[in-house]
């Protein structure tokens, strides 16, 4: 897994984060590289969304920040 991988993982698995939101932090990622990245963390299953379409990564501390939030 790369090393930007890692890194999504590590600040999904802390916060809950919608694609636009991921997508802003990595402006300076070139788009090609992003998206790779993005699609190993899909490709292992690894992310999973609360209710209201935020990403996220089971076990964390992100996941109980996505367990309390509810779609009004």
């Not at 990595?26 to 790779?36: A, D, K, N, Q, S």
């Not at 690894?46 to 109980?64: M, N, Q, S, T, W």
């Amino acid at each position: 897994m790369s090393a930007l991988a890692d890194e999504l993982r590590t600040a999904l698995a802390t916060t809950p984060l919608h694609f636009s939101e991921i997508a802003d932090r990595h402006r300076g990622v070139p788009w090609r590289g992003f998206l790779t990245a993005w699609g190993a963390l899909r490709a292992e299953d690894a992310l999973r969304r609360d209710e209201i379409g935020r990403y996220f990564i089971p076990g964390g501390p992100a996941e109980a920040i996505a367990r309390e939030t509810r779609a009004e």
